[in-house]
């Protein structure tokens, strides 16, 4: 096995306990380093420790193994609360009829973000807000559900075949002078 640095850090740099979700920083400490090219301060401010991270979410399980929530630049603030929308999709990928989804952040002015989700049915579904809201209020907190959810034919995608959340996301923001 690579000899790897790991940990996962809470956002004022302690140690993240088991189970608790965190950023991931880690470290094939048997290879060589790496740099921004003609960015030294970014390639700094992903740094702690001797460590890099490069914007994953996760948390250690009680056998050790890492798991992966989310990314950071996709989380969701809300009401000082943070939502990983990867958890989110994945309960949204289990309804019945949901082919694809995405979850994001949009503006709201009590709590600075509420919850958007754009839903892709399959072929013949027949889905409401609703009715998604009624099945996700079955494995989720109330504050993870989102309050704003649409429905497209097909998910603006990138080359890369990822669906293009700021694509999604723009609409919300655009008159706002700010994008969180």
Not at 47 to 53: K, P, T, V
Request: proline letters at 4%.
């Amino acid at each position: 096995m690579a000899d790897v640095g790991l940990k996962i850090l809470r956002e004022d740099g302690s140690a993240a306990p088991q189970g608790e979700a965190g950023d991931v920083y880690c470290r094939l400490l048997s290879g060589t380093d790496f740099t921004y090219h003609g960015d030294d301060a970014k390639r700094q401010s992903a740094e702690r420790d001797g460590l890099i991270s490069v914007g994953d979410i996760g948390y250690l399980d009680k056998d050790g193994f890492l798991l992966l929530c989310d990314r950071r630049n996709q989380m969701v603030i809300s009401g000082g609360v943070n939502i990983y929308p990867a958890e989110i999709e994945s309960e949204l990928l289990k309804l019945q009829g949901v082919a694809d989804c995405a979850v994001f952040g949009i503006p709201d002015e009590e709590f600075g973000e509420s919850l958007a989700a754009v839903i892709q049915p399959q072929p013949g579904a027949d889905l409401s807000a609703e009715g998604v809201r009624r099945d996700l209020a079955l494995h989720l907190a109330k504050y993870k559900i989102p309050r704003v959810i649409t429905f497209a034919a097909e998910l603006p995608r990138e080359d890369s075949g990822k669906i293009f959340k700021r694509q999604l996301r723009a609409p919300y923001w655009e008159k706002t002078g700010r994008q969180i």
